[in-house]
């Protein structure tokens, strides 16, 4: 391991970035022999410009809520894990990062990575850049692995076998959100649905998770976010909440946050919220402190600059994981070997407690949900007493049966 | 005066005072490490009631006595330091500096030297007990985890939770000269007493390893089911192994039990409820008990090994850790 840095390619002229932020494993001392890599695996980092769920959401132009990141700082941590495996393994592991102006810039960009030797890719992307993404890859020795996109339909309708889908899908998370209130027996739910494609997408998925688990949804209530005195039966938590039915729970689903943010202690019943506020289903908080947890997000919040780790950081950090352990324990550089090792039997420890692993009919990673309040993980599902015969992970999202996926047939 | 309390109290402890610099010695009293109370509880082994609470650096975990036994060295992972415990005063005495939060460590008296796994800076720190300077800091895999020296002092062995690996360190030279690839998440070790054979336990593969210390392979492994417990929550971290050889404890973590297993054949011989979590495990002398920390009970379970039977849980701090005994 000569240079640890080095330029990622510049992928052409699609390409409005191409970071020289290429974390390649760190040199390790290896007195007995000089490590001499024979093998490189190379892991393309794929994010689009501008991709607005990155925007800073802010609750007027000076206050800011959130500030979220591309979860490429995960990746690193992936690959520095990596570096004492250089010596054993013969190999090193280096990650470039690619910027593409636009979703539709994903596919041409992965494909021209190909060309160049890349077989590994974490795609950041939003739901639209899939489509065209999984007609180009077909067929191809690829594996791209979606570290940040919830949606339900890249799993059931998309169903491409060249992905696998690191972050839970949204029926893994309102799943687990559901198994959590109903083994506290809330099972009369308030329904607060914000405007947007994003919002209803989680409602259904909450709907569908609902039913599953035998919670009754007891009024269903769409939003309009602002502050107009005519609208106020749509935009006043108290009013929206004003039903004769009880609740035990509301939920609210809010991508844009403007409207959750306001729920809390505003409904006119004291009860608790859940969704896109307060008790949120995630693929990781910074406050999960079991199952080697407190390790990893120190080495993320040193990598990161002292962010704090997000569920996209946690998928990204796992991917790299899944492409390191893959060379680790089947000790090949063919990458259909890899891939094999991967996607069939290989188990993986992601510090969520229960090992995860690549569901063969849609190749969601199984994987427990942490149910996180802002300071707390007040659960993780699967919670105890929702059996499974083969997998208790399984009785989050499209269990096998159900799928509309069968990439396994 | 009809029995006042405080008299009754303030007498136990003179007693208790008076007493224990005279039973320092081969006292048999139990150390229990608390990482979230950061504390040291001390408790009669008779009695089974706490009869000190030293207080000490921030996360306490893993725990040794030196040979005469008259100190005992505390790793303490949130301040970076070992303490040092002088066991007759129950004073902490001194503070060795380790690397980013140690977690285990194990002791070469002949050599002066201490051999910490420091798990957010991914190193082995090799730290001269005399003049309290980190010798040497060997890198590692990364969460570096059990620590454990041969018995000629040249070869130190680490796991490395996260590259599912065990490392095998030239101690005069301070570098990895092998590894061996394990199950997934390795944590602690455990030497057959011939000298042949490295027993590891792997936590998230859920089984014991095998290595010959020879050829550095793994050449078995031993997986574990208690009765009524799923799979997924066995999670083997501690083992002890009798001075004869022929017996191995594994606890096993979230699982609730602990594993009584025949070294020769390899085989599981049954299983001892415990509590949750259950982690630290250490053998009497006399090997006729075993003390189990339970992490998420807050209490230990001390068993009669004889009869394969939980004896008694004692309460003790937040998130037991370790347990060590005086004798």
Same mark, same amino acid.
Not at chain 1, 9 to 37: E, F, I, S, Y
Not at chain 1, 375 to 392: C, R
Not at chain 2, 127 to 146: C, F, L, R, S, Y
Not at chain 2, 226 to 252: E, F, W
């Given at each position: 391991m000569g240079a640890s840095k080095r330029w990622a390619?510049?992928?052409?002229?699609?390409?409005?970035?191409?970071?020289?932020?290429?974390?390649?494993?760190?040199?390790?001392?290896?007195?007995?022999?000089?490590?001499?890599?024979?093998?490189?695996?190379?892991?393309?980092?794929?994010?689009?410009?501008?991709?607005?769920?990155y925007a800073p959401i802010r609750a007027s132009d000076r206050i800011i809520l959130k500030a979220p990141e591309?979860?490429?700082?995960?990746?690193?941590?992936?690959?520095?894990?990596?570096?004492?495996?250089?010596?054993?393994?013969?190999?090193?592991?280096?990650?470039?990062?690619?910027?593409?102006?636009?979703?539709?810039?994903?596919?041409?960009?992965?494909?021209?990575?190909?060309?160049?030797?890349?077989?590994?890719?974490?795609?950041?992307?939003?739901?639209?850049?899939?489509?065209?993404?999984?007609?180009?890859?077909?067929?191809?020795?690829?594996?791209l692995f979606n570290v940040s996109e919830p949606d339900d339909t890249l799993r059931r309708d998309l169903c491409a076998a060249e992905f696998v889908h690191v972050h839970p899908s949204r029926a893994q998370l309102m799943d687990g959100l559901l198994q959590y209130v109903v083994s506290r027996k809330w099972t009369n739910?308030?329904?607060?649905?914000?405007?947007?494609?994003?919002? +209803?997408?989680?409602?259904?998925?909450?709907?569908?998770?609902?039913?599953?688990?035998?919670?009754?949804?007891?009024?269903?209530?769409?939003?309009?976010?602002?502050?107009?005195?005519?609208?106020? /039966?749509? #935009?006043?938590?108290?009013?929206?909440?004003?039903?004769?039915?009880?609740?035990?729970?509301?939920?609210?689903?809010?991508?844009?946050?403007?409207?959750?943010?306001?729920?809390?202690?505003?409904? @006119?019943?004291?009860?608790?919220?859940?969704?896109?506020i307060d008790l949120e289903p995630v693929a990781w908080h910074w406050t999960w402190d079991h199952n080697g947890a407190p390790q990893v997000n120190s080495r993320f919040e040193k990598r990161s600059g002292g962010r704090r780790m997000e569920g996209a950081d946690w998928a990204a950090w796992v991917a790299v994981k899944m492409i390191v352990q893959s060379v680790l324990h089947t000790r090949s550089a063919d990458f259909s070997t890899q891939r094999g090792f991967i996607l069939g039997g290989g188990s993986f420890d992601a510090d969520k407690g229960l090992a995860v692993s690549v569901r063969a009919w849609d190749h969601q990673v199984r994987q427990a949900v942490l149910l996180a309040a802002p300071?707390?993980?007040?659960?993780?599902?699967?919670?105890?007493?929702?059996?499974?015969?083969?997998? /208790?992970l399984d009785t989050l999202g499209d269990d096998q049966p159900e799928s509309a996926c069968h990439l396994d047939r | 005066?009809?029995?006042?309390? &405080?008299?009754?109290?303030?007498?136990?402890?003179?007693?208790?005072?008076?007493?224990?610099?005279?039973?320092?010695?081969?006292?048999?009293?139990?150390?229990?490490?608390? /990482?979230?109370? #950061? #504390?040291?509880? @001390?408790?009669?082994?008779?009695?089974?009631?706490?009869? #000190?609470?030293?207080?000490?650096?921030?996360?306490?975990?893993?725990?040794?006595f030196n040979a005469d036994h008259s100190k005992l060295y505390i790793a303490c992972g949130d301040d970076d330091v070992i303490d040092v415990l002088d066991v007759a005063t129950s004073k902490i005495v001194d503070k060795l500096v380790?690397?980013?939060?140690?977690?285990?460590?194990?002791?070469?008296?002949?050599?002066?030297?201490?051999?910490?796994?420091? /798990?957010?800076?991914?190193?082995?720190?090799?730290?001269? &007990? =005399?003049?309290?300077?980190?010798?040497?800091?060997?890198?590692?895999?990364?969460?570096?985890?059990?620590?454990m020296v041969s018995e000629d002092g040249k070869t130190v062995y680490v796991t490395s939770e996260v590259g599912d690996l065990v490392h095998s360190i030239d101690a005069d030279r301070g570098y990895v000269t092998q590894d061996v690839v394990v199950g997934t998440r390795p944590r602690r070790f455990a030497a057959t007493p011939d000298g042949k054979e490295l027993w590891v336990s792997t936590e998230m593969?859920?089984?014991?390893?095998?290595?010959?210390?020879?050829?550095?392979?793994?050449?078995?492994?031993?997986?574990?089911?208690?009765?009524?417990?799923?799979?997924?929550?066995?999670?083997?971290?501690?083992? @002890?192994?009798?001075?004869?050889?022929?017996? +191995?404890?594994?606890?096993?973590?979230?699982?609730?039990?602990?594993?009584?297993? =025949?070294?020769?054949?390899?085989?599981?011989?049954?299983?001892?409820?415990?509590g949750k979590r259950s982690w630290g495990v250490t053998l009497s002398r006399d090997e006729k008990t075993l003390y189990v920390a339970n992490g998420l009970g807050d209490d230990i379970t001390v068993i009669d090994t004889a009869s394969r039977r939980a004896v008694v849980s004692i309460p003790v701090g937040r998130v037991p850790w370790g347990i060590v005994v005086d004798e």
């Open positions: 390619h510049v992928l052409g002229p699609l390409l409005c970035l191409a970071w020289p932020l290429t974390a390649a494993a760190q040199d390790v001392p290896a007195p007995t022999q000089p490590a001499v890599p024979q093998q490189h695996v190379k892991i393309a980092f794929v994010q689009v410009d501008g991709d607005p769920r591309h979860p490429f700082a995960g990746a690193q941590v992936g690959v520095d894990e990596a570096a004492p495996l250089v010596r054993l393994l013969n190999t090193d592991f280096t990650l470039d990062r690619i910027m593409v102006k636009s979703p539709a810039d994903v596919a041409p960009t992965v494909l021209q990575a190909a060309d160049a030797g890349t077989h590994f890719f974490l795609i950041d992307a939003q739901a639209d850049a899939y489509r065209p993404l999984a007609a180009a890859v077909h067929g191809r020795d690829l594996l739910l308030l329904e607060l649905q914000g405007p947007s494609p994003d919002d +209803a997408a989680m409602t259904a998925a909450f709907e569908h998770s609902a039913q599953k688990f035998g919670a009754h949804i007891v009024a269903q209530r769409k939003f309009k976010p602002g502050t107009d005195p005519r609208d106020r /039966e749509l #935009n006043d938590p108290a009013l929206l909440s004003a039903i004769n039915r009880d609740f035990d729970v509301a939920f609210v689903a809010d991508s844009d946050f403007d409207f959750a943010r306001t729920v809390p202690y505003h409904l @006119v019943r004291p009860r608790p919220v859940m969704g896109s300071y707390e993980v007040v659960a993780s599902a699967p919670i105890e007493g929702f059996l499974h015969q083969t997998n /208790e | 005066m009809n029995g006042c309390p &405080m008299l009754r109290l303030a007498a136990t402890i003179l007693l208790a005072l008076a007493f224990a610099p005279a039973e320092a010695k081969d006292s048999g009293l139990i150390y229990v490490s608390n /990482e979230k109370s #950061n #504390n040291i509880l @001390v408790i009669d082994p008779k009695t089974y009631k706490v009869v #000190n609470d030293i207080a000490t650096s921030r996360r306490p975990r893993d725990m040794h380790t690397g980013s939060s140690p977690e285990t460590f194990a002791m070469d008296e002949t050599r002066r030297r201490i051999y910490v796994s420091d /798990e957010e800076s991914s190193t082995l720190a090799i730290i001269n &007990m =005399d003049q309290n300077i980190i010798e040497k800091e060997v890198p590692t895999g990364a969460e570096p985890e059990g620590v593969a859920g089984e014991v390893y095998i290595i010959d210390r020879q050829k550095f392979v793994v050449t078995g492994k031993i997986d574990f089911l208690p009765p009524g417990m799923r799979q997924t929550d066995v999670t083997p971290v501690g083992l @002890v192994m009798t001075k004869d050889g022929k017996t +191995a404890y594994v606890t096993l973590g979230h699982a609730a039990h602990v594993a009584v297993v =025949d070294v020769p054949t390899r085989t599981v011989q049954g299983y001892i409820l415990v």
